[in-house]
């Protein structure tokens, strides 16, 4: 509970801190909220995304999950996109994952964690796609570090097949999908260089970017 009190007492501070440096921060977020950006990564604790790109409250909608993962059933995360770029008229959505993510390692592992196993298939069916390219990287912690790059690259993919991504592509409106890694080692974000704009160049943009992170 000492815990929970201290987080508490941090909050206040803060928001007293907040309030000091610019007395209108508060009243102005709330009377708006219009961020250009979706940032869809990973739960990891060590992956804050408004602080590693150096963002304000209200600057950037988000939405995390175990591995960065965006499946075609999953509401939760289509919610979110939907509402981003239909209702918020986002401009960018990038999907960013890590290296040395747990749930990576586990799905390359095959652990057996228990619930999570059936939702990290989904990382083992990057692997499975790229099997060839990984097993001939001899060095596990290389190998595990390019099935993070592929599984971002995959998941971008499967971000600009939504229905909600072509509709908006096909009406005319300009928005780009992004695919990005982290260094928890380092603090840095890299470029995985595929970004997605239209539908027409989804198809080699995907495969360039899987030659050049290959």
Same mark, same amino acid.
Request: net charge negative.
């Given at each position: 509970?000492?815990?929970?009190?201290?987080?508490?007492?941090?909050?206040?501070?803060?928001?007293?801190?907040?309030?000091?440096?610019?007395?209108?921060?508060?009243?102005?977020?709330?009377?708006?909220?219009?961020?250009?950006?979706?940032?869809?990564?990973?739960?990891?604790?060590?992956?804050?995304?408004?602080?590693?790109?150096?963002?304000?409250?209200?600057?950037?909608? !988000?939405?995390?999950?175990?591995?960065?993962?965006?499946?075609?059933? &999953?509401?939760?995360?289509?919610?979110?996109?939907?509402?981003?770029?239909?209702?918020?008229?986002?401009?960018?959505?990038?999907?960013?994952?890590?290296?040395?993510?747990? +749930?990576?390692?586990?799905?390359?592992?095959?652990?057996?964690?228990?619930?999570?196993?059936?939702?990290?298939?989904?990382?083992?069916?990057?692997?499975?796609?790229?099997?060839?390219?990984?097993?001939?990287?001899?060095?596990?912690?290389?190998?595990?570090?390019?099935?993070?790059?592929?599984?971002?690259?995959?998941?971008?993919?499967? !971000?600009?097949?939504?229905?909600?991504?072509?509709?908006?592509?096909?009406?005319?409106?300009?928005?780009?999908?992004? +695919?990005?890694?982290?260094?928890?080692? &380092?603090?840095?974000?890299?470029?995985?260089?595929?970004?997605?704009?239209?539908?027409?160049?989804?198809?080699?943009?995907?495969?360039?970017?899987?030659?050049?992170?290959?």
């Amino acid at each position: 509970m000492n815990d929970l009190h201290q987080l508490l007492e941090k909050n206040r501070a803060w928001a007293e801190n907040k309030k000091a440096t610019d007395p209108e921060f508060f009243n102005i977020l709330a009377q708006k909220h219009e961020p250009r950006y979706l940032w869809i990564g990973c739960s990891d604790s060590r992956v804050p995304a408004t602080q590693l790109v150096g963002l304000e409250a209200g600057d950037l909608f !988000v939405h995390r999950n175990v591995a960065n993962v965006v499946v075609h059933t &999953d509401f939760n995360c289509l919610s979110v996109l939907q509402y981003a770029v239909d209702v918020l008229k986002i401009d960018h959505i990038i999907v960013c994952g890590h290296y040395d993510c747990g +749930g990576v390692k586990a799905a390359m592992k095959n652990l057996q964690l228990g619930l999570i196993d059936n939702w990290l298939r989904h990382v083992q069916d990057v692997f499975h796609n790229h099997d060839k390219m990984l097993n001939e990287i001899a060095d596990k912690e290389l190998r595990l570090n390019k099935l993070s790059e592929l599984n971002v690259v995959e998941q971008v993919l499967n !971000v600009s097949r939504t229905t909600i991504v072509q509709n908006a592509w096909r009406r005319g409106q300009e928005l780009a999908v992004h +695919g990005w890694i982290y260094g928890v080692q &380092d603090g840095l974000l890299r470029d995985l260089s595929i970004c997605v704009n239209n539908a027409e160049g989804l198809a080699q943009a995907y495969k360039d970017a899987v030659e050049k992170n290959g």
